[in-house]
């Protein structure tokens, strides 16, 4: 992608619905509607500016059209590309590409679940292939405990580094008020909590809750005269190699190699230059693939990279500081979580959580079975 993009395009307000369990009293377009209205109190503007609408969800066909209908939308440019969790930071790039390309003014990104509220039911339109299907796999925590035995396997990766990476993500929710689960949790609860699908217990699984968020993208010149500080996107990649598990060319290494790539050539920074990193955590072996594709550390240097409290609080390379999907909410799809969380740390908005300094904040969607991979990166003013 050419770093044409670089800047063009700016978030000017970020907000959830309510989070948690919401009850049987509201729908997943509900809680859209919630995210929305409070993502344009937040900049000023209303919904007669929306004129492009970007959305994905397993509840609605028309996953654009659907929700525009309930919430009385009437965009020129209306997108709903499914990447499973990642489609929301693709909807910012095509968003970003929309802008730019003056098809809308101000685009409007939106998701909303209520899995939790769904008896816990995973909503999906999953289709697996029949050579996969006669294993009965538990969809999709079968495929990614299968990622991490291969991780271990290979490189040595350890019961114990994985369980740390939910252990510092709890660190990070305790000090966020909006997180779902904030009680302290030990390496003894981790692993000696009901067994998922091997080396998986239930600790090392994303949340079932309800929840939504919005997303508010406009220009540069349209920002200056709204009422919060603008967070420009300054790259933004993405990929794929595959649908199925068994088709993933190697277990051990994502698309996240070439989507992080793109978006750092479009920003014209590397992963040293970044403050913080918002990565789609559904299971406790994702973050640790994702710092190795992304650049953070070696392949197979994942494991050791996440011990010593080195990506909680306080550690030299900050992840998912709201929690992730294993502290904070997880309602079937996380990506739109990373990218509010990263605009609100470049705000500097984030209390207690709060990464001092943070210039630079890097928002990573996953789909699918680490079938889709997106990357974005933000930062304020001073960084275009």
């Known amino acids: 992608m050419s770093a044409g993009l670089r800047g063009k395009a700016c978030v000017v307000a970020v907000a959830e619905s309510d989070l948690g369990e919401v009850g049987p009293h509201l729908s997943a377009a509900d809680l859209m509607a919630q995210a929305l209205d409070r993502a344009l109190a937040e900049c000023g503007l209303t919904k007669v500016d929306v004129d492009g609408l970007f959305s994905s969800s397993a509840y609605y066909q028309m996953a654009s059209v659907e929700p525009a209908e309930y919430l009385g939308v009437r965009p020129r440019y209306t997108d709903s590309t499914t990447l ?3 489609s929301f930071v693709s909807h910012l790039l095509h968003a970003a590409v929309a802008l730019d390309q003056g098809a809308c003014d101000v685009a409007a990104i939106l998701y909303g679940s209520t899995q939790r509220s769904d008896s816990g039911r995973l909503v999906s339109t999953a289709n697996w292939l029949p ?6 796999p538990r969809m999709p925590v079968s495929m990614y405990a299968m990622v991490a035995q291969r991780h271990m396997h290979e490189f040595g990766t350890t019961r114990e580094q994985l369980a740390e990476v939910a252990i510092q993500a709890r660190r990070w929710a305790q000090l966020n008020p909006k997180a779902f689960a904030r009680d302290p949790l030990t390496m003894e609860e981790v692993l000696g909590a009901r067994v998922i699908s091997e080396p998986f217990t239930s600790r090392d699984c994303c949340l079932v809750t309800d929840g939504g968020g919005a997303v508010i993208v406009t220009r540069p010149d349209r920002a200056r005269d709204l009422e919060r500080k603008p967070v420009y996107l300054l790259g933004a990649g993405e990929a794929h190699w595959h649908r199925h ?11 996240a190699t ?5 978006a750092f050539e ?3 920074l590397r992963p040293p230059d970044i403050d913080v990193f918002e990565l789609y955590d559904a299971f406790t072996i994702s973050p640790i693939i994702f710092l190795e594709d992304l650049g953070l550390c070696a392949k197979g240097e994942g494991g050791p990279f996440t011990s010593d409290g080195n990506i909680g609080p306080g550690g030299k390379c900050p992840v998912n500081t709201n929690g992730g999907g294993l502290s904070y909410c997880h309602p079937g799809m996380y990506g739109i979580f990373t990218i509010i969380e990263a605009v609100r740390q470049v705000r500097g908005e984030c209390g207690e959580r709060q990464v001092d300094g943070a210039r630079v904040a890097l928002a990573h969607g996953s789909g699918g079975v680490f079938s889709t991979q997106v990357t974005s990166i933000f930062g304020g003013p001073e960084t275009v």
């Open 258 to 262: 070439e989507s992080g790539e793109r």
């Open 266 to 268: 479009m920003a014209g």
């Open 84 to 86: 499973g969790g990642s």
């Open 245 to 255: 598990i068994s088709q993933m060319p190697e277990l051990t290494t994502t698309a």
């Open 131 to 136: 050579y996969e299907r006669p294993y009965e």
